[in-house]
């Protein structure tokens, strides 16, 4: 069974300043996919940057950048320049496969960030 | 981008009632819906997975006499908690997988029972 980890429930950070949210993953396949959400108190779920597990450059997107370490089976989301409106739950997730024509996405704990002014 | 619209964004039903929930695809077909459920402070747990045109794959320990999921079209999926309870108040969330084998989510339903 694959498996999400985020080990820190909550984070500080000041505002201007870079942050590293932790995530480590369980799976056997060799084929995978791993996400990063944003999740504000309205409770969407917005979308930050993906890793697919046969990339070989760690993604980015603008302050996002994902710090991708196979061997680890960790995939850390990095937030430059923190922002206030950055303050929200983080979610790491991970698709397997395709396994049996499936595709689900499974989420970890999350991690609540507070950005300080 | 892919759009998926979810209604009702929030809703309070009494004791006992069913309660229908709908997540649309605005500009893809959606083959492939999840729902998922999310307690307060906690993660988004995946309930289960509907494929267009055939019968839901609940995840275990999910009861799908209770949550009654539907994908009758490429473009709407439809979950229906039955003779809900307080236990089932929560915030209920959607999400579509995209031709490019991503994600796109509802703006999820906050289910309050009384």
């Known amino acids: 069974a694959q498996k999400i980890t985020q080990t820190q429930p909550g984070m500080f950070v000041q505002e201007k300043e870079a942050v590293t949210l932790d995530c480590t993953y369980d799976t056997s396949d060799q084929s995978y996919g791993l996400f990063w959400y944003k999740q504000p108190s309205s409770g969407e779920m917005i979308f930050l940057i993906y890793q697919g597990s046969y990339d070989e450059q760690n993604a980015t997107e603008g302050r996002y950048s994902l710090n991708f370490q196979k061997a680890r089976k960790s995939a850390n989301l990095v937030i430059s320049a923190s922002q206030l409106g950055d303050s929200a739950m983080y979610f790491c997730?991970?698709?397997?496969?395709?396994?049996?024509?499936?595709?689900?996405?499974?989420f970890g704990s999350g991690t609540r960030l507070l950005v300080r002014p | 981008g892919a759009v998926v619209s979810q209604h009702p964004s929030r809703v309070i039903c009494k004791s006992g009632t069913s309660v229908k929930i709908e997540c649309r695809s605005l500009d893809f077909q959606a083959t492939t819906m999840f729902w998922y459920r999310q307690f307060p402070k906690q993660s988004l747990m995946l309930m289960a997975t509907?494929?267009?045109?055939?019968?839901?794959?609940?995840e275990q320990g999910v009861e799908k006499d209770k949550f009654l999921i539907n994908h009758a079209s490429l473009t709407l999926s439809t979950l229906t908690v039955t003779s809900a309870h307080p236990e089932d108040s929560s915030f209920y969330i959607c999400s579509a997988l995209t031709p490019d084998y991503g994600y796109t989510f509802g703006s999820g339903t906050r289910l309050t029972v009384v």
């Open positions: 509907s494929n267009e045109g055939s019968k839901a794959t609940y």
């Open positions: 997730a991970m698709r397997e496969g395709p396994r049996d024509s499936s595709y689900k996405l499974i």
